[in-house]
């Protein structure tokens, strides 16, 4: 799914009026509409409703959702906020329509028009103030308004985009912005939604299909998508029957120490189920010992070192995947460790992790050193940090790891709430499944291997990626349907990737 610019989604709109033969007005009455349908999931048959209405089309959306609440035998009471002399026309049409109501309407033009919010846990706020199109900081009456609703209402719904929010940049940190609890959002999602910055102000959002023409959004060029199902499908390889093991790849798991011997078999479990035909782990012996003792499908490499690898292995060639750098930990000569396996590969696909993102940050040089086309590096945000500098704000780290996917040629699996796989082209995929259980030491760990099983299976970087943060995600998903996420733990999220695999 496309994620669109504010000036894009006001094209698609235009285009989808003409090519369905519908007027704007007709279009702000389906999507009301289906945002009632949808709202009505949060809602209460005996709360009240306030709704705030800018004058603009959102707040025409707004006066909409009052007018069919209405009909639902809703009390409802709509604030209007005059932020403006003027109106939209079909904000104007709309407000005309809801005048042969019984909706109560208050005009706002200041503080002193507020009124007592008594009974805060009975009443639903729903926010029509702002639409998609702002691009500077909210003031004057609509900035108190906002503040006021954000302190008063326990139970805020935003119309497509929480008021005050910025579409396509970062909000300053003292913006008023509407703290929504449900955002529904039409047709498509929004940039600003997956940045770790706005989570206060979106909340839990949905996307509301109110039936833009597909070949209008097709037609919009765009950087930014989201990794849905149509996506995964159109990526999966169906596994086949004739085929035998050295058909499927064999992935190398260079990872853990002595302290550390969990993540080499955290990785080592996760390239076994990711499909690939064989897995080899290359540690130290302790490490060795207790991962073939639970996994004795593994084939085993012994490093010469007793507490950390002390090299990689000799010949790399057999191998069509390699992870390296889970729990290895932090001696001495490890970065000339990771750069001497960048020299060695041939055609095999690398996958980058924790300790081995570490070795970079202290040696950043060896990123040239980056086989192209072949490399996926997974930090999260912190370790993204580390490597390539300081950011002040995610929006600005998408930046730098857009800039540095292309020129490394190499994907990057940016970690966060929406984990964003960045490609060589410079396009982002952001993963829509959240799951609070995944913040957990060792969840890395378990992406690493099954990416890197991926790879060995025969998947690009980027599509490795994709499908592996997708069933990576989905797997956890699945999980809390019947482990609660406070006890949610990595090990429990690998025993459901066969269901994730048949939910594909």
């Not at 028009?113 to 706020?125: G, Q």
């Not at 008063?152 to 005050?164: E, K």
């Not at 086309?373 to 600005?396: A, C, G, M, S």
Request: net charge negative; glycine share 6%; with cysteine.
């Amino acid at each position: 799914m496309k994620l669109l610019s504010a000036s894009q989604i006001k094209e698609v709109d235009k285009c989808s009026i003409l090519k369905q033969g519908i007027t704007s007005l007709e279009l702000m009455e389906r999507a009301a509409s289906m945002f009632v349908q949808e709202s009505l999931k949060h809602i209460h048959p005996n709360n009240k409703i306030h709704i705030y209405c800018g004058k603009g089309n959102n707040g025409g959306d707004g006066l909409v959702a009052a007018r069919k609440l209405n009909q639902l035998g809703f009390e409802v009471i709509v604030f209007i906020v005059q932020h403006s002399p003027n109106a939209s026309e079909d904000f104007q049409k709309n407000f005309d329509r809801l005048k042969t109501t019984n909706v109560q309407l208050i005009d706002v033009f200041s503080e002193n028009d507020f009124i007592d919010i008594d009974d805060k846990s009975n009443i639903i706020c729903i926010d029509a103030i702002l639409g998609s199109g702002v691009n500077k900081p909210s003031s004057g009456i609509i900035k108190q308004v906002i503040d006021f609703i954000n302190q008063n209402y326990s139970t805020i719904i935003s119309i497509d985009v929480p008021s005050g929010l910025f579409l396509d940049s970062l909000n300053h940190p003292n913006d008023s912005i509407i703290k929504a609890h449900y955002t529904f959002t039409f047709q498509l999602p929004k940039l600003s939604f997956f940045l770790p910055e706005n989570q206060q102000f979106v909340g839990n959002w949905t996307v509301v299909d109110i039936g833009l023409s597909q070949e209008c959004i097709d037609a919009q060029d765009t950087f930014y998508y989201t990794i849905d199902d149509s996506l995964i499908k159109s990526i999966y390889i169906p596994r086949e029957n004739y085929k035998a093991k050295w058909d499927y790849g064999h992935c190398l798991i260079i990872a853990g120490s002595m302290n550390m011997p969990g993540a080499a078999m955290l990785c080592s479990a996760a390239a076994l189920r990711s499909g690939c035909g064989l897995v080899s782990i290359h540690s130290v012996e302790s490490v060795v010992n207790k991962v073939v003792s639970k996994f004795p499908e593994c084939i085993i490499s012994i490093d010469n070192g007793t507490e950390y690898i002390s090299k990689i292995p000799s010949d790399l060639r057999r191998y069509s995947a390699i992870a390296f750098g889970c729990g290895i930990g932090s001696s001495f000569d490890f970065p000339d460790c990771l750069l001497n396996l960048f020299q060695s590969v041939d055609q095999q696909k690398l996958v980058i992790d924790a300790d081995g993102l570490n070795a970079l940050a202290k040696k950043p040089q060896y990123l040239n050193f980056l086989p192209k086309n072949q490399v996926i590096l997974t930090p999260h945000i912190k370790e993204f940090d580390r490597i390539f500098r300081l950011h002040e704000n995610h929006y600005e780290r998408l930046k730098t790891a857009i800039q540095q996917a292309t020129s490394l040629q190499c994907v990057i699996v940016l970690k966060s709430h929406h984990t964003a796989v960045i490609t060589p082209s410079g396009k982002v995929y952001f993963n829509t499944i959240v799951n609070s259980g995944l913040a957990k030491g060792g969840s890395g760990d378990v992406l690493t291997g099954l990416i890197a099983g991926l790879c060995a299976r025969g998947y690009s970087i980027e599509n490795a990626a994709i499908l592996g943060v997708y069933i990576h995600s989905l797997a956890a998903q699945l999980a809390i349907k019947d482990i609660h996420p406070e006890c949610l733990l990595p090990e429990d999220v690998l025993n459901y990737f066969s269901k994730a695999f048949f939910e594909i």
